[in-house]
């Protein structure tokens, strides 16, 4: 009997394939902000690398408390930040979007209120306000989506720090693997048709093909839910066929086009 598939073995989230989290630095998240929203001054004790996070991790400090947040681009430690709403708007600081400038990148983007920071979070990410109105803010990612955000929703102004990791190769396979084994994720990872026949359903056969129907019931059996699951219409020839519907108005636009014809003859 062979062996169970990947994803159902990766299903039952068992201790082998899940991520060690215990070896992360922590939760970055902003610190609770102040009632009246007057600026707190933070300290950077320290700067560290934590396995989970692509992006260089600022340990800041108030008195007793301590938080983690994505570093930003220049940050150096001893250096003072400010948070809050009546902070200044300058590199490094942590203001509600409403008080921010236009134009200014910003990083660490909060996506509701209070949630520490969900957007722009990796290595050297920014975006952009763009606009605001009547209560909301417009951002532009790097990657050009643009997103409506509230004005209460905090970020930092600058760049996120470590923008030149991806510029440096990987060059051995050793490297990319204990990078992916740091977090569990799958590397390397085969194609389903170039496995063996216990290992897949499509794999196995003279050659590299699937051998079956790639779509699949939502009823199947866990061995065999595999493909495109349920899906309505595959292949670029479906939504061509959409698309002439649209242009020509669908069966209406043929009926039409017929009974112009039909007068021009008579005519």
């Excluded at 060059?171 to 063996?196: D, E, I, Q, T, Y």
Aim: aromatic share 4%; hydrophobic share 35%; with cysteine.
């Amino acid at each position: 009997m062979g062996k169970r598939l990947i994803q159902q073995r990766r299903g039952k989230n068992l201790p082998t394939f899940r991520a060690p989290s215990h070896r992360y630095a922590g939760t970055l998240a902003y610190p609770e902000p102040s009632a009246d929203g007057a600026a707190e001054e933070w300290t950077v004790s320290d700067i560290i690398h934590s396995v989970g996070h692509n992006v260089p991790v600022a340990v800041i400090r108030r008195g007793p408390a301590e938080a983690l947040v994505p570093a930003k681009e220049g940050l150096l430690v001893g250096q003072k930040v400010f948070i809050g709403s009546q902070a200044e708007a300058k590199e490094g600081n942590v203001l509600p979007l409403g008080m921010i400038p236009e134009t200014i990148p910003v990083f660490n983007i909060e996506f509701r209120p209070g949630d520490g920071g969900k957007i722009g979070r990796s290595s050297g990410s920014y975006a952009f306000i763009v606009a605001k109105d009547r209560g909301i803010i417009n951002i532009r990612l790097a990657s050009g989506e643009m997103r409506t955000l509230l004005p209460q929703c905090r970020a930092t102004i600058g760049i996120a720090a470590g923008s030149g990791r991806i510029l440096k190769p990987f060059a051995k396979a050793g490297k990319m693997h204990h990078k992916k084994h740091a977090r569990n994720l799958r590397w390397p990872r085969s194609s389903a048709s170039a496995r063996n026949p216990v290992d897949h359903p499509f794999g196995g056969g003279g050659h590299q093909h699937l051998g079956k129907s790639q779509t699949v019931s939502h009823n199947a059996p866990p061995g065999r839910k595999v493909g495109s699951i349920a899906a309505r219409s595959m292949g670029r020839g479906s939504s061509k066929k959409k698309e002439s519907q649209i242009v020509s108005g669908g069966s209406g636009g043929q009926q039409d086009s017929g009974q112009q014809q039909e007068k021009k003859k008579k005519e």
